[in-house]
């Protein structure tokens, strides 16, 4: 099903409001009543909604009226400014009957292209002019014809221009025919073009008449042989939208020509004004080309370096609005949030509580928070660094920096086992310097948290570790300031941080070390601090790939780091369909393992447990109950057991490489040589050189670079990918640069203008919102 648009929204919703002020305002023409329709289609219309609120109490003049407005605001917009046209830039076409100008979001039904045509574009998606517009070709193709067939190399696509000097048939076999015919281009050089089995090319070959046929050549000798896959006649100065040029090639379906696709473009092309949603002084800025001329030579280019630029300011634009989208997201991108006086004198003296000095990377981002929390605004930052970065330690210092000011501190945790570690670390830091810290989760009996909640209500506690229940129990703060989110993504915290009551600061901590660009687009709603370094004097976790026929020597070795008292964790492959498949793999590895390791006791843990017995697992093991926990992927969250030494991934052909490092982040919790053995099955070279980047580096960061180069981010597990599929041009692992730079400009742009209400913004604000409506729409169902 092709997800509407939004004006076909605005269309479903404006019919029944015109048939309702037909019937005289009665309230009868929405079965169930007015306010039901509103229920269910005008979620991204809330002007709407409002106008129409208490329609059913109205009386019929009100009701008059407000119907009036509604349809006002439903009537499509025609925001396209107008500018000059840049003729000059067009490159020469077959002639396009010209009549009015129309607006990007003129529907397609509107305008004949032809019989079934509407069909065709439901089938690709396309709705508005705009749509094909930015409907951008898969690939392109070199057709223009070339000068000279001396350098054609054997298996190059090439396209030659010439005049048809014989043809031939041949029938080498019953049911085979080979058609031939030879061109001689401008040069006087000559080809022979073959078809074969196209029966129907047969009568448009003449002796006389002018071809512009593209292929695959072949070379024998001197001679060139092109295998036609293309070909058209070219009349009397005409010109091709498929031949002789650079063309761009869509995306198929059955039964759409490109042909079609290629007329709707060039009709969009011409027919709709050259405005343009980025002004002229931000295109100077950024050194973009204009909308009209990226639009034709993104579609239509003259050359490659039309191409070229048509492309860098496309791209541009896709960062631009998945940038402002998440800049808007919850429209609460600019919150007052609370103003704290963060003093370096304060941070010095958190300092030289620790039995440490921080990292460079520690301070310079312990200077990105302190700013943060002097401003004005709610801080929303995300916090990135590798497991043991030193990340804690800095949220201590913020929770120290908000105590400072009298205010109370949250950590939350995603587990209870985390929150209690937390809690254990915090008390390190925090109690020396005077800060009370306390403990709220569900385990604890409901006595001891009402107490806790009482004390936390009467400000007698200063900093609370927790798990959600943080939230969702609604604890009653005394004066909440900071938050600080551990693993975020488990969270889904910043649409709950409205539910922090008190508007508190929020820091996001992430021990998933992913790309900036991949950050800035999937987080965008975050400003990120990264640590980018590891406290000194660790000895780095030595990681070893081996083949599964090596299993038996990899577990004489896990044996002996058991027999010196180490422990050791299992990893089992990563089904991603199943967890009942998982399971058994699970439950099948820990039994090889009874007999593998006849000495060792073997402990297991798996998704299908709930988080009270994961919690009571790794609490065991971290007692030392046994010494092996077979695991599937659960334990990637960041618990510590600093005794295990080492770590067995079987299959780890199945794992992503950020994966494998974050589960490789399990061991060298403490201050003893760790190991971790990857074990593969079948693989092939490709995933053999992705494991070998695991085993030759511990950067988070270097192996995440990796990852999103190898993968695409499409697979990349562990973020949000909300915009992300619809980046058509981008590509993450290239365009950090561009990404930084557009999205300078769109919080210059929300700065100045946080609703974009203003005239000269209303055509970035209706492209904003074409390209936002599938997910508008996707929030009405
Ligand atoms: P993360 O939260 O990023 O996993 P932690 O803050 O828990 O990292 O730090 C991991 C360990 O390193 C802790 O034992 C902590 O005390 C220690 N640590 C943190 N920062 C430093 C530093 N600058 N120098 C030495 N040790 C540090
Ligand atoms: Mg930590």
Redesign the pocket.
């Given at each position: 099903m092709p997800v509407p648009t939004l004006s076909e929204i605005q269309d479903k919703l404006r019919r029944p409001l015109e048939l309702e002020r037909a019937q005289g305002c009665q309230n009868r023409a929405v079965a169930g009543g007015m306010e039901k329709l509103l229920d269910n289609f005008a979620r991204p219309f809330p002007k709407v909604r409002e106008a129409l609120r208490g329609y059913g109490e109205m009386s019929s003049e009100e009701r008059g009226a407000a119907l009036e407005t509604a349809l006002t605001l439903l009537t499509p917009a025609q925001t396209a400014p107008r500018a000059p046209t840049r003729v000059e830039n067009r490159p020469k076409l077959p002639a396009e009957e010209s009549a009015g100008p129309l607006p990007p979001g003129t529907e397609l039904s509107k305008l004949n292209f032809g019989p079934g045509a509407g069909k065709k574009f439901t089938a690709l998606g396309l709705y508005t002019l705009r749509d094909v517009l930015h409907n951008y070709p898969r690939r392109h193709e070199d057709r223009r014809a070339l000068p000279s067939l001396a350098q054609v190399e054997d298996g190059q696509k090439v396209t030659v221009e010439g005049v048809i000097v014989s043809k031939h048939r041949r029938t080498p076999r019953p049911g085979m025919l080979i058609l031939e015919a030879t061109l001689e281009n401008a040069w006087g050089e000559r080809v022979k073009c073959t078809w074969f089995n196209q029966a129907w090319i047969e009568k448009g070959l003449r002796e006389g008449l002018k071809l512009i046929v593209s292929g695959r050549a072949k070379r024998f000798g001197k001679s060139v042989q092109v295998a036609v896959e293309h070909m058209e006649s070219v009349g009397e100065g005409g010109h091709s939208l498929s031949s002789g040029r650079i063309i761009g090639i869509y995306d198929a379906r059955d039964g759409i020509s490109q042909e079609f696709v290629r007329k709707a473009v060039q009709t969009a092309l011409t027919r709709v004004p050259p405005g343009d949603y980025i002004t002229a002084r931000w295109r100077t800025q950024y050194g973009l080309t204009d909308l009209s001329d990226a639009l034709w030579g993104m579609h239509f280019p003259h050359d490659e370096a039309h191409l070229e630029r048509a492309t860098a300011r496309l791209r541009f634009d896709e960062y631009l609005f998945l940038e402002l989208r998440v800049l808007l997201q919850g429209d609460d991108a600019i919150l007052m949030g609370k103003r704290f006086s963060a003093t370096d004198d304060d941070m010095q003296q958190f300092e030289a509580s620790l039995p440490?000095?921080?990292?460079n990377a520690?301070r310079r981002v312990l200077y990105e928070i302190a700013d943060d929390m002097r401003g004005e605004q709610q801080m929303a930052r995300l916090l990135q660094?590798?497991?043991?970065?030193?990340?804690?330690?800095?949220a201590a210092c913020a929770l120290y920096l908000a105590w400072r000011d009298h205010y109370q501190g949250a950590l939350m945790a995603p587990t209870e086992i985390l929150a209690r570690q937390h809690y254990a670390?915090l008390q390190t830091y925090l109690t020396p310097l005077g800060v009370r810290v306390g403990l709220l989760i569900g385990a604890m009996t409901p006595k001891l948290k009402a107490e806790v909640q009482a004390r936390i209500a009467a400000g007698e506690v200063d900093v609370v570790v927790g798990t959600q229940a943080l939230i969702q129990e609604a604890v009653q703060w005394h004066n909440l300031g900071l938050a600080v989110v551990d693993e975020e993504h488990r969270f889904g915290v910043m649409q709950r941080r409205k539910l922090l009551t008190g508007r508190p600061d929020v820091l996001v901590?992430s021990?998933t070390p992913i790309p900036r660009s991949l950050a800035l687009t999937s987080y965008g709603d975050l400003e990120l601090s990264i640590?980018d370094e590891l406290?000194?004097?660790r000895t780095p976790i030595e990681t070893k790939l081996i083949q599964d026929t090596a299993r038996r020597q990899a577990y004489g070795f896990v044996m002996k780091q058991i027999r010196e008292g180490r422990q050791a964790y299992v990893v089992t492959a990563l089904i991603e369909e199943s967890d009942t498949l998982e399971l058994l793999a699970a439950t099948q590895l820990a039994d090889d393992l009874k007999v593998l390791l006849p000495e060792a006791r073997v402990g297991l843990l798996h998704g299908r447990m709930s988080a009270v017995e994961k919690d009571a697992v790794m609490e065991q093991f971290r007692e030392r109950a046994f010494d092996v926990l077979v695991s599937t992927t659960v334990i990637e969250v960041?618990v510590d057991v600093p005794n295990a030494t080492v770590m067995v991934i079987e299959n780890a052909e199945r794992f992503g490489l950020s994966q494998l490092h974050q589960l490789r982040g399990r061991v060298g919790r403490g201050s003893a040589q760790s190991y971790c053995v990857l074990v593969a099955g079948e693989h092939s070279q490709k995933t053999r050189k992705r494991l070998k980047i695991i085993e030759s580096s511990t950067d988070g960061f270097v192996i995440a670079e990796a990852d999103l180069k190898l993968r695409g981010h499409g697979e990349l597990r562990g973020t949000r990918q909300s915009g992300l599929d619809e980046l058509k041009l981008g590509d993450l692992s290239n365009d950090l640069e561009i990404i930084e730079r557009a999205r300078e400009l769109a919080k210059y742009i929300l700065r100045h203008d946080p609703a974009l209400s203003h005239p000269g913004l209303a055509y970035l604000r209706a492209e904003l919102q074409a390209r936002s409506s599938q997910v508008a729409y996707r929030e009405v169902i």
């Open positions: 440490f000095t921080f990292t520690q660094g590798d497991v043991g970065s030193g990340k804690t330690a800095v670390s901590m021990a640590i406290p000194p004097g960041g």
